[in-house]
């Protein structure tokens, strides 16, 4: 992929970048280094599933809901949602930062035999290209790049009009500090330092970019964890959350 331009700053932080690549050749196995992922992917699926569904009007009992449209997940790593995407019929594009999660991906769609076109290198090459998809999602990424506000502008400019956006992210409390560093960085589920803190953001926050950049944010719904119960959604979005976004679509002809 080509480099971001001045029109589209790049937002990739290459320490970030680097070591998430170091997780590319484990991603995929449920009991290491990403075995959390492996456990908050179905929550994320059934949230993903309900707001496809609420948007366009498909039954949870449809296996292709996403059928016809086009999908791109912004920070793929070795690609644990865009598989899922394929699957329920989106033609997907995955991106991301580091070159062996890339790899890593494109090697386990092939042996799934899945079509997916993976991508590495910044959000901003694709908005370059004047690519547009009906659904964008980026999970767990935002508060591990350079410019959040550039990158929120990006998924924005992929967005093709009454498109949706999705993502999830830390939000910035005491409750995330605890639960994301203290306890599971501390306990070692999952890598010690993946997590700064400083950089996670609050819903407000994001809801500011998102506004900005002409986005309306159409759900909100928290993201928690305990040991007996595993991931859950609700209302609490104090430790981490989902935002929906819609793009604005276009105006009818008179």
């Keep these: 992929m080509t480099n971001a331009s001045a029109d589209h700053p790049a937002t990739i932080d290459r320490a970030e970048a680097e ?3 170091k997780l590319a050749a484990d ?3 449920p009991k290491g280094s990403s075995a959390m992922l492996h456990k908050l992917n179905p929550v994320r699926l059934r949230y993903l599933r309900e707001r496809i569904d ?10 292709k809901p996403l059928a016809g449209r086009k999908a791109l997940d912004v920070g793929c790593g070795a690609g644990l949602l865009a598989e899922p995407l394929a699957r329920l019929g989106a033609d997907v594009t995955g991106v991301d930062a580091a070159p062996e999660n890339i790899a ?7 042996g799934q035999g899945l079509l997916i076109d993976y991508r590495a290198g910044e959000l901003a090459a694709l908005v370059a290209e004047g690519r547009s998809f009906d659904l964008v999602t980026s999970m767990e990424v935002i508060e591990h790049v350079a410019d959040p506000g550039a990158f929120v502008a990006g998924l924005a400019a992929a967005l093709a009009p009454g498109g949706l ?3 999830s992210t830390p939000n910035r ?3 995330s500090r605890l639960a994301m ?8 589920h999952v890598p010690k330092g993946l997590h700064d803190w400083n950089r996670f953001i609050t819903p407000g926050e994001l809801e500011t970019m998102l506004a900005a950049n002409g986005l309306t944010v159409i759900d909100r719904r928290g993201l928690s964890f305990s040991p007996m119960r595993g991931f859950s959604l609700g209302d609490n979005l104090s430790i981490d959350y989902f935002l929906t976004a819609l793009a604005t679509p276009p105006s009818p002809r008179a």
């Design 27 to 29: 991603w995929w196995n």
């Design 104 to 110: 890593a991906a494109k090697l386990h769609a092939e």
């Design 54 to 63: 609420a948007q366009w009007g498909t039954e949870p009992s449809d296996r």
């Design 19 to 21: 070591q998430f690549g």
């Design 165 to 167: 956006l999705i993502l």
């Design 181 to 188: 560093i203290t306890l599971a960085e501390g306990l070692g």
């Design 173 to 175: 409390t005491p409750q």
